[in-house]
């Protein structure tokens, strides 16, 4: 019998439940998440009850390791309970994971319950979903928590819609959420940059579920005020990273002449996007490995949604009347973004979380910028071996057919095209 099947056997057999949590934790250590497969998730969770997870859930705050209770437990529900066997026993301890994850700032705690939860609202029907929006406003009571929770929330607001509630009383509760946010930004002489970074990015994503719902808080105006404060300070990298989460959704919304801060959210982006760029370049030449975290390629999505945005704000630059040198700032911006993200496509690297949102928005890019054709025709050359990767990509074909279309009128470029028989591979 190998170490843990007589684990899982004693997990089985014990009816004290200090024994079973001095198992389940040798348990965790044994087994590592790596090696978690399904036929192991199911001994386990035959092996622990759920009436067992659910009473170490309430284990009181007051008691010795009272966190590292909790921890376990969150961890057995998320590994072994996430099924629908189990949807209405797990809706029935949610209001007490909300509790405890005020009560530790356990990072892990955290993460586990909020997997819990997408769970819950991805299964939610009909009045569950209410039913859960009504628990996280009943019980998440300081703000920093609710900002963790924003990002749920604002999936919770979607899931309610799709089950046909209406909008109204949806936008009612999310709006209620944004203003106790709001309500906690230093506006004057703040005393926490990360305070209000997080208030600012926890609002902003708690509304980008629609396009509109902004306009109807009034006090949204203090949340763009911060943002601006934020982008004009001298905050570090990984926090403009963090700002940068909403930058896609902001720059959509509002535009150059209705409010200073997007000018600042293009500089940005386009600058994080150079060297970003440059960076994973750098690294691959150093070990021919490409090394991209999770929070590079977050990073890397956003800036090139919010550079698409500014190209399309330079399109109808017109009837925004946009001032002369703000618009060659704009441009400069973006060219100087553009030849970090050429330099990155002559690489070859074509890993499809960041090499996709850079190809869309170079196409985009060169579908609308007068850039010299010499520099256009180079590009493509770059972009040769695209033609030979596998039809996962195909669907992002048009934006090259688009570029190459509108670039047609030139008769060097047309020359090129007919040359290599670029539309002929589409």
Not at 172 to 180: M, N, Q
Not at 207 to 232: A, D, M, W
Request: with cysteine; aromatic share 8%.
């Amino acid at each position: 019998m190998t170490t843990i099947e007589g684990l899982l056997k004693r997990l089985k057999t014990s009816e004290n439940d200090s024994e079973k949590f001095a198992l389940l934790i040798v348990i965790s250590k044994v087994v590592k998440p790596d090696l978690m497969n399904p036929e192991l998730q199911e001994k386990l969770s035959q092996a622990v009850s759920f009436k067992f997870v659910f009473r170490l859930l309430n284990v009181d705050s007051t008691r010795e390791n009272a966190a590292l209770y909790w921890q376990i437990a969150a961890a057995v529900l998320k590994t072994c309970f996430l099924s629908q066997d189990y949807f209405r026993s797990l809706l029935g301890c949610a209001e007490r994971l909300i509790q405890i994850t005020q009560e530790s700032d356990e990072a892990d705690l955290l993460k586990d319950v909020h997997q819990i939860f997408h769970f819950l609202i991805h299964e939610a029907k009909e009045e569950q979903g209410i039913q859960i929006f009504k628990m996280l406003l009943a019980n998440i009571t300081a703000s920093e928590c609710i900002v963790s929770w924003c990002p749920l929330i604002s999936t919770l607001y979607k899931k309610l819609l799709e089950l046909g509630h209406s909008s109204i009383d949806a936008d009612r509760i999310l709006i209620l959420v944004a203003e106790k946010l709001i309500s906690n930004i230093e506006t004057e002489s703040p005393t926490s940059v990360d305070k209000n970074l997080n208030l600012t990015v926890g609002v902003t994503q708690l509304v980008s579920g629609s396009h509109f719902l902004y306009q109807r808080i009034p006090s949204f105006s203090v949340v763009l005020s911060c943002t601006e404060n934020l982008l004009k300070s001298k905050i570090p990298a990984e926090k403009q990273q963090i700002l940068l989460q909403v930058a896609p959704f902001l720059t959509e919304v509002l535009s150059c002449r209705s409010w200073s801060g997007n000018k600042m959210f293009y500089n940005l982006a386009s600058i994080e996007l150079k060297l970003a760029l440059e960076e994973i370049v750098h690294r691959f030449e150093e070990s021919g490995e490409v090394l991209v975290s999770e929070i590079c390629m977050k990073s890397i999505v956003s800036c090139c949604g919010t550079i698409e945005n500014c190209i399309g704000e330079l399109v109808d630059s017109e009837n925004n009347q946009m001032d002369g040198k703000l618009l060659q700032s704009l441009i400069d911006d973006i060219r100087m973004a553009m030849t970090s993200a050429m330099f990155y496509l002559q690489k070859g690297l074509t890993q499809q979380g960041v090499f996709i949102p850079v190809l869309r928005l170079l196409m985009r890019w060169l579908s609308d910028d007068s850039a010299e054709v010499d520099q256009i025709i180079a590009t493509f050359n770059a972009l040769k071996d695209f033609y030979k990767i596998p039809k996962s990509y195909s669907e992002f074909g048009n934006f090259i057919v688009s570029a190459v279309i509108f670039r047609m009128e030139d008769k060097k470029f047309r020359e090129y095209v007919e040359k290599y028989e670029l539309l002929g591979s589409w």
